[in-house]
Nanobody, 123 residues
Framework: QVQLMESGGGLVQPGGSLRLSCTAS????????MAWYRQVPGKQRELVAA???????NYAESMKGRFTISRDNAKNTMYLQMNSLKSEDTAVYYC?????????????????WGQGTQVTVSS
């Protein structure tokens, strides 16, 4: 079994910054692609940014230039540096990971989600 634990959310003023972290733990062979999603009540969950195991990053258009995704493969940890935050960035941010996990019969590829961390941008 694998767990994803997010941290770093909170309340910040418009124009401020936050850094989110997501760490995968458990029976892991390796972690493939990882991503951040966000969701506000009444709306669909949307992709914020994604990063491959090799470090290639992709961003949703509205996040380009403000958000930076990165990862430390040795720590199975992904980060999201968010700068110039706006009120419309307020949401629950979720970590997503494609994990090759150890099983009793070998290995298995499975998608995991974190529990989410609240980001509130307000003055």
């Amino acid at each position: 079994q694998v767990q994803l634990m997010e941290s770093g959310g909170g309340l910040v003023q418009p124009g401020g910054s936050l850094r989110l972290s997501c760490t995968a733990s458990g029976s892991i062979f390796w972690v493939n692609d990882m991503a951040w999603y966000r969701q506000v009540p009444g709306k669909q969950r949307e992709l914020v940014a994604a990063i491959t195991s090799g470090g290639v990053a992709n961003y949703a258009e509205s996040m380009k230039g403000r958000f930076t995704i990165s990862r430390d493969n040795a720590k199975n940890t992904m980060y999201l540096q968010m700068n110039s935050l706006k009120s419309e960035d307020t949401a629950v941010y979720y970590c997503n990971a494609d994990v090759m996990e150890r099983t009793s019969y070998g290995q298995s590829d499975k998608i995991y989600w974190g529990q989410g961390t609240q980001v509130t941008v307000s003055s």
